[in-house]
């Protein structure tokens, strides 16, 4: 999880995605990028020693701040073998909807706190559940 440097125009969003589906085709990479409003959450799921390398140079790109591990581990399967990286900008209505809850404060989704059970994990979830329904 991330915080935008500064806010990316949808050309900007394009040329990166380009950019980054490229890169991780060629990697063995997939995963997903949300963008709610100016943060990034991010999954991405490899190979263990691609995935270390690609999160050192994501960690040193100035286009976000603020970065945060929110879970680590191995799978068995990627669960986004199909996608290089896909790519959803949620609005704050969808946060809502996912979370089941219409008083949500999006601010309180971005505190940092310790990972385990870190509200943008379950934003994060219960987005990509909502994709396979």
């Known amino acids: 999880m991330s915080f935008q440097t500064q806010m990316m125009t949808q050309k900007d969003v394009e040329d990166f995605l380009l950019y980054i589906r490229e890169k991780n085709s060629r990697l063995g990479i997939?995963?997903?990028?949300?963008l709610i409003q100016g943060k990034f959450i991010q999954y991405i799921e490899g190979p263990s020693t691609k995935i270390d390398?690609?999160?050192?140079?994501?960690?040193?790109d100035k286009r976000h701040?603020?970065?945060?591990?929110?879970?680590?581990?191995?799978?068995?399967?990627q669960q986004f073998k199909d996608w290089s990286m896909a790519y959803h900008e949620v609005s704050e209505k969808?946060?809502?909807?996912?979370?089941?809850?219409?008083?949500?404060?999006?601010?309180?989704i971005f505190i940092p706190?310790?990972?385990?059970n870190?509200?943008?994990?379950?934003?994060?979830y219960n987005f990509v559940n909502t994709l396979t329904k």
Do not use: W
């Open 118 to 124: 870190h509200p943008a994990l379950e934003v994060l």
């Open 30 to 34: 997939t995963g997903i990028l949300l």
């Open 113 to 116: 706190k310790e990972k385990d």
């Open 65 to 77: 701040k603020d970065m945060m591990l929110l879970d680590t581990g191995s799978i068995n399967e």
């Open 53 to 60: 390398k690609l999160y050192k140079t994501i960690e040193k």
């Open 94 to 108: 969808q946060v809502k909807d996912i979370m089941k809850d219409k008083s949500l404060d999006l601010k309180k």
